[in-house]
């Protein structure tokens, strides 16, 4: 399981043992990263970095395998298919890429106006689908360049998508407030839903057997939804809920406090409200690493009583 240090270290800790162990330390040499990806095998990392680079890492030595010079501008995403034998990237340049093991570049995906949130592959890995702020999902052919289908309805930024476990299904998150549900084979809306005063929508996920879907937004809230509306809804009382699963927390590089605040004490809190406190950055760190995967959202309290949480980066 990885942690992240501010200036861009990733920290590989074996999650097998009562008390997660540090096995390995890797300088990706860039401010902060992006994104963050295991490969299915779980023997390599992709990172995303706010410099435009795309790095993978051989997990057990931490030495790099590749060190891309992918996008113009921020990797905002990146993935590996499912069958572990290429890497996709999208960036703040409009673009999405894919490549090969050893970094070759495979194709280049234009058609987004704006920035390139979210990219996954299919489970099949035959196609990628993504998200953009120009209000658009687009799903592509992974073997090509080709555009197989573009998907509208959002009113506002697309933040986020997923897709169901059988394949069939995308759902999408947006900065409109709403979460759409659509058919993968047609682009066709299944169903919208949302909380009206809920702000921008930040993350979506499937659960695992596809009966559920869970959200965060801007607002605090992380709600589970099913097929006949909301099941229940969790408010963290935190001023921002971003990616929620897996483990979302393991992807934290630094938290960003406005004005100099100090910290006071940190909460990690899961979908239905449970909570643990921490008072040390470093019991903080401790707790991120020995999470299992799951939904959790933090939240920061400074010495003035302040509740502040301006901004993640991920990696």
């Known amino acids: 399981m990885p942690s992240i240090e501010e200036l861009g270290n990733i920290l590989i800790f074996d999650n097998t043992k009562a008390i997660p162990t540090l096995i390995n330390t890797i300088k990706t040499g860039a401010s902060y990263g992006f994104s963050i990806a295991f490969s299915p095998n779980g023997k390599e990392l992709a990172v995303g970095c706010s410099n435009g680079k795309l790095k993978t890492y051989d997990i057990s030595t931490g030495q790099p395998i590749s060190d891309i ?26 673009k999405i890429k894919t490549w090969d093991l050893t970094g070759k570049l495979l194709n280049t995906y234009t058609g987004h106006i704006s920035d390139v949130n979210f ?18 999902i687009k799903i592509w052919d992974a073997n090509s360049s080709t555009l197989i289908q573009t998907i509208s309805g959002h009113r506002n930024a697309v933040n986020q998508i997923d897709i ?76 921002f809920t971003f990616e929620i699963s897996p483990n979302p927390l393991s992807r934290l590089s630094h938290i960003d406090l406005p004005n100099g605040l100090i910290p006071k004490y940190y909460r990690i809190i899961d979908v239905v409200g449970n909570e643990q406190q921490f008072t040390t950055d470093l019991a903080l760190k401790s707790a991120i690493c020995a999470l299992k995967p799951g939904n ?19 990696i």
């Open 69 to 94: 010079n992918a996008h113009l501008n921020f990797v905002n995403s990146v993935a590996y298919s499912l069958d572990g034998t290429k890497i996709v990237s999208g960036g703040a340049d409009d």
């Open 119 to 136: 990219v996954k592959f299919t489970p099949d890995s035959k196609s990628i689908i993504s998200a953009s702020s120009d209000k658009k």
């Open 164 to 239: 169901s476990p059988d394949g069939t299904k995308i759902v999408s998150a947006s900065s409109d407030s709403t979460c759409k549900i659509w058919e993968f084979a047609t682009g066709k809306m299944i169903s919208s839903f949302g909380i009206s005063d809920s702000g921008k929508i930040n993350a979506v996920s499937w659960s695992p057997i596809g009966d559920k879907i869970c959200t965060g937004n801007a607002i605090s809230d992380m709600s589970l939804w099913n097929v006949s509306g909301l099941l229940k809804t969790a408010d963290t009382h935190a001023e």
């Open 296 to 314: 959790y959202i933090l939240q920061i309290t400074c010495q003035d009583q302040k509740s502040a949480l301006k901004r993640f980066t991920k």
